[in-house]
């Protein structure tokens, strides 16, 4: 009996050992010089807490090995250039951390000053205002982002949902159609699943967080190198690919099922390849949270990067989807309305792939040359059917579209950094647009088939900027530029001056920023067909000319070190101008209030001598996370007016004046390697705005019609949200899994949309957004 009870307790000790052994993980990336680029050798790295140091060595990489899991403080120090700190950097057992980093030169012949990093730092050093960085742990960690980085970016100040259910964002009361994204430092289509013609965003974004690297999101007065925007930016990367080692990535989850993998390519450990692959399980919610159809999608991204000592570094880069709906209503015609369509049987699919290859190489100690080129393909297509109740519900054909856009874009830039005070880059960027359209459609109020879009063809569109940054003290920097842009579809070009300033004394920075912006309309604005009583066909808006904007913006941003804590202030004005508009004294259409190209449907020919303009503050308090947790909280006050073709101003379609993000998160350290966090979010907005329906008129034609006069006057109710996550980690020996469950409006609120006319009824009635929305992923990291 003595024995079993000395061999129980024997094994008593050995279960304890065994689970509360800690485990470890490396720590490695490389250190350059943010502007040049070069490598910084000798740089101290500290870990906190522990005070775990390491050194990079000749080419500016570093390696730490046997961390324990948790989360540090990384802090970067070397002679003649400012002091870094990186919060809040997650190591866990299933992944290596890899963080590279960038340092600014010092000014040593000006006086040495002790700059704090600010973690949001934009990647781009020639952005000044309105720019923020941000990375694959921001895209988890805010409730219902649902891991989507468009869906993050709408807690930033200034930022806000279209609908609760796409990703598609509004931005300083700008509509979305100005949004610009960008992969691997190229212009790339709007990356989203089931996005519709001319949109920029889309329900499922086809970004994944396993395979996102930092990247920058712009709302305003973009550097001279950003062009083809006039409301927003995401310059977005993906991260290279562990070289020493392989690992894995498994998620499966209510919004899909991911498999990834990375590791090296060669025995040297200077290549290394990153893929991952996601296929839907979406459907399966259908019965649970009201979808009218069954989407699928998938999509796959992938990265390889291949240095070398003499002819530099190569980035072969990816990025394709494919996704598929049907829509196949009720055989019961008492239950349709005319604003679901419901008598419609809808089949659609749309495919995106992107393909690049980048090249950089230093031709100088302090300059280099970076060299993108790619393709990409975009195609849209649906078919649409009626159903006849009197034939037992027969299919009769109704509409057909189709739009297809292959792209070449070519895009290389030159960076030197003349001297500590002095930054020189000049850049060209050339596009080769292949489009073919058509949509024809069966309109019931004329009985007959009607083209309003046809076209194929080929065209150009070039870029080319410089710019120029002057580093004037160690407290003032000075960036300015020039953009300028043709469009070789219609002759149409830009000239766009930039200018910023930034003053740092201490804990305190001023900026200002002003610049010109420009967009083209998409290419199906161009291609937009009207047809006379006589059926003489045209494309009335071939000659529109680009979207133009003005930016100004003044910040203020003061850092309470004592507390963490991140305060920020931004006044803007954008004044807005060559704005298509509808030459019709009853319509007041403004492209500034589109959402995708179908808002172009029954509008006569456009102009380009429509204005607006908006302006407000961004206010945001933010304190990173530490001490197992964060809070971020913003507010937006703003205008947003428009003024149509005889120059009558009104609100437009996003004046929500104000919005207002309350978000939190804390985390809990529990025994043998577990981790618990939850984190929630309020969102409030102003009402979505409507223009006010004419119901006798609309009875009388057929059709929604509009009180004259009212255009965007009526504003719905407010809008209100709330978000929670909560999630659950355990580190193993070599992997990590994570249990995570988000609920998009917990209160199951449905907030209002839009009013409609009912052409059945004969009434107004009302659509509300999305309601309760869950997600539920597990996902298991190892190697």
């Not at 998938?298 to 530099?312: I, M, P, R, V, Y």
């Not at 309470?560 to 060559?578: G, I, P």
């Not at 709330?722 to 998009?744: C, F, G, M, P």
């Not at 209002?752 to 929305?773: A, E, M, N, P």
Request: proline share 3%; charged share 20%; hydrophobic share 35%.
């Amino acid at each position: 009996m003595k024995q079993i009870i000395t061999i129980t307790y024997i094994l008593y000790l050995l279960l304890q050992a065994a689970y509360a052994q800690s485990f470890t993980q490396s720590v490695k990336g490389q250190v350059t010089d943010a502007e040049s680029r070069r490598t910084l050798a000798g740089v101290s790295i500290v870990l906190m807490p522990g005070n775990i140091r390491a050194i990079t060595d000749s080419l500016g990489f570093y390696h730490i090995a046997n961390i324990g899991t948790g989360r540090y403080t990384v802090q970067y120090t070397i002679a003649g250039y400012e002091p870094q700190s990186l919060p809040d950097v997650v190591v866990n057992s299933g992944k290596e951390a890899e963080l590279n980093i960038g340092m600014r030169e010092d000014f040593k012949n000006l006086g040495a000053v002790t700059v704090t990093a600010r973690g949001r730092k934009p990647l781009n050093e020639f952005a000044a205002v309105s720019a923020r960085s941000f990375s694959m742990e921001d895209t988890k960690r805010y409730p219902a982002s649902f891991s989507d980085p468009a869906r993050m970016i709408m807690n930033f100040p200034g930022v806000s949902a279209g609908f609760d259910g796409s990703n598609e964002i509004l931005v300083r009361g700008n509509s979305p159609q100005g949004v610009l994204w960008k992969l691997e430092g190229i212009e790339i289509p709007t990356p989203n699943h089931f996005s519709t013609l001319g949109s920029t965003g889309g329900p499922i974004s086809m970004f994944s967080s396993n395979v996102i690297g930092k990247s920058d999101f712009y709302t305003g007065a973009f550097p001279a190198n950003i062009g083809n925007a006039t409301s927003a930016v995401f310059d977005m990367n993906f991260r290279n690919g562990n070289k020493d080692k392989r690992e894995y990535t498994v998620q499966l989850g209510t919004l899909g099922a991911e498999l990834g993998a990375e590791g090296p390519l060669n025995k040297a450990r200077t290549a290394s390849y990153l893929v991952n692959y996601r296929y839907s399980t979406l459907a399966i919610l259908k019965p649970f949270i009201g979808l009218d159809q069954a989407p699928t999608y998938q999509d796959l991204s992938f990265k390889f990067n291949w240095n070398t000592k003499k002819a530099g570094e190569f980035t072969l880069f990816g990025l394709g989807g494919y996704d598929s709906y049907t829509s196949d209503p009720e055989k019961d015609s008492t239950q349709w309305n005319s604003y679901d369509k419901d008598n419609f049987y809808v089949k659609g699919n749309s495919k995106t792939g992107v393909i690049g290859l980048s090249h950089q190489i230093f031709v100088h100690r302090n300059a280099y040359i970076k060299t993108v080129v790619s393709a990409s393909y975009y195609h849209y297509g649906q078919d649409r059917d009626t159903l006849n109740p009197a034939a037992d519900y027969a299919h009769v054909h109704n509409a057909t579209e189709f739009f297809t856009d292959k792209a070449f874009r070519f895009s290389t830039f030159y960076n030197y950094k003349i001297s500590q005070q002095h930054t020189f880059r000049a850049g060209f960027i050339s596009q080769e647009l292949q489009y073919n359209a058509g949509n024809r459609y069966y309109d019931i109020h004329e009985q007959q088939w009607k083209q309003v879009l046809e076209g194929k063809g080929t065209t150009n569109f070039y870029q080319a900027y410089m710019q120029w940054k002057y580093r004037l003290t160690s407290q003032l920097t000075v960036n300015t530029g020039i953009h300028s842009s043709y469009l070789a579809l219609n002759k149409k070009h830009s000239v766009e001056p930039r200018l910023s300033a930034t003053y740092n004394f201490g804990a305190d920075v001023v900026s200002l920023a002003a610049g010109m912006h420009s967009r083209p309309q998409h290419i199906s604005t161009y291609l937009f067909e009207n047809t006379t009583d006589e059926g003489v066909h045209s494309q009335p808006n071939k000659n529109l000319d680009m979207s133009r904007a003005l930016h100004l913006v003044a910040g203020y941003e003061h850092t309470f070190r004592s507390l963490n804590l991140v305060t920020k202030a931004e006044v803007y004005y954008q004044h807005l101008y060559h704005l298509p508009v509808e030459e019709n004294s009853n319509s007041a259409f403004s492209a500034v209030n589109m959402l995708d190209m179908y808002d172009l449907v029954d509008k006569n020919a456009l102009v380009s001598t429509g204005k607006g303009k908006n302006y407000g503050i961004d206010l945001s308090v933010e304190k990173p996370f530490s001490n197992n947790y964060y809070i971020n909280s913003t507010v937006s006050i703003y205008k947003s007016k428009y003024t149509d073709f005889y120059g009558k101003e009104y609100d437009t379609r996003f004046a929500r004046n104000y919005s207002v993000n309350i978000i939190w998160g804390k985390e809990w350290q529990l025994r043998n390697n577990k981790h618990v966090g939850m984190s929630g979010k309020v969102l409030a907005s102003g009402g979505i705005k409507n223009s006010v329906i004419d119901i006798p008129a609309s009875i009388q034609t057929g059709k929604e019609e509009y009180v004259p006069g009212s255009y965007y006057s009526q504003r719905g109710p407010a809008y209100f949200r709330l978000d929670w996550s909560a999630y659950y980690r355990k580190d193993k020996k070599n992997s990590t899994h994570t249990l995570t469950l988000e609920i998009q409006n917990l209160t199951n609120r449905e907030n209002f949309y839009r009013y409609y006319f009912d052409t059945r009824s004969g009434q107004q009635k009302t659509i509300h957004q999305l309601g309760l929305f869950p997600n539920l992923s597990y996902k298991i990291q190892f190697h």
